[in-house]
């Protein structure tokens, strides 16, 4: 239901923005997260939107950005200066329930996108 893309091979200081679209029709309904997974490391938080667009983000904020068009069915995820350390899968996930506001909580999100690969060279 989560179709994720725009990963790749990037050299450190780029950018990517990654793509996250959903099928069916409630998009508009669903919270939106963004999260990560480096080799040997725990899957973290990134950014999340509201289906208000509402965002939040981790303590990576400065560099990554989170926004949704409704209309498409589309959450993005815009990475900037892009270091190394950045190297991951990228994952994204709906929140499907009616709770009030966006979380950063992987267990809160209950479908979650194939994941696209983000490689970030020195």
């Known amino acids: 239901q989560l179709q994720a893309s725009g990963g790749g091979l990037v050299q450190a200081g780029g950018s990517l923005r990654l793509s996250c679209t959903a099928s069916g029709d409630m998009f508009t309904s669903y919270h939106m997260g963004w999260f990560r997974q480096a080799p040997g490391k725990a899957r973290e938080f990134v950014a999340g939107?509201?289906?208000?667009?509402?965002t939040i983000h981790s303590s990576l904020k400065a560099r990554f950005t989170i926004s949704r068009d409704n209309a498409k069915k589309t959450v993005y995820l815009e990475i900037n200066s892009l270091k190394p350390e950045d190297t991951a899968v990228y994952y994204c996930a709906a929140d499907r329930s009616q709770r009030y506001g966006v979380r950063s909580i992987a267990s809160d999100y209950d479908v979650w996108g194939q994941g696209t690969q983000v490689t970030v060279s020195s």
């Open positions: 939107i509201s289906r208000a667009g509402g």
